[in-house]
């Protein structure tokens, strides 16, 4: 059993309303949200309850925004942002309704290469995975506003052990710390001034865990450089 509902006045049905002809309880609404005689709009229900809404953007008459619901709180959503017919964005969301994940496709090409984990409903880590292994070449931490970043990984050899950390303080980067031979080791450590300056670099040469180079920089500029030739402390 359909209901028709005009819901503005306008004379023309924008609302549909499916009921279960045994129960009479509704089970599906179609809805024409800009009045344009065309649904973009659809909603299922269970129990009384939303448990679905799918909807057309780009009005094609096609929905390419999926949404999962518990009653009014979203549980996840996939969505065609470029409307070729494959999924490019998809969200998992907490019991508030607030998304905790979300994947995005960035450049259609069928690959989700970002990946963001939220806490309490604020950006917490992003992921960047170019070519969809499932091995991040690039992780960003932020603090708890989820404006402010403060470290970031990157491993572009994608073996699991970043070669370049950086640490941030106000969203400034303060040091950088390099495995610059792939030894799983960092052997290069800079630490950087208020204006994001190199202020000291210590690199270890020799791999004993101990810097055998120091480098003093003022303003950015080198003015100094110590060596440990003969490894000896």
Known sequence: EKQELDTDGDGKADRWLVLDPDTG???????????????????????????????????????DRHVKLSGDVPNSMREDRNHDGRDDYRAEYDAQGRVSEDWTDEDFDGV?????TYASGKRSIVEHDSDGDGVPQGRTFYDPSGEVRIREERDANEDGQSEVVSFFEG???????TDSTGDNAYDQKTFFDLQGRPATEAIDTNADGQPDIRKIYVAGVQTEQREDRNFDG
Do not use: C, Y
């Open 25 to 63: 309880e509704q089970t599906r609404m179609i809805e024409d949200s800009d009045a344009d005689g065309k649904p973009d709009n659809w909603t299922s229900f269970e129990n009384g309850q939303r448990v679905a809404q799918e909807i057309d953007t780009d009005k094609d008459g096609k929905p």
């Open 112 to 116: 989700f290469e970002l990946h963001v």
């Open 171 to 177: 969203g400034a980067m303060v040091r950088q710390q």
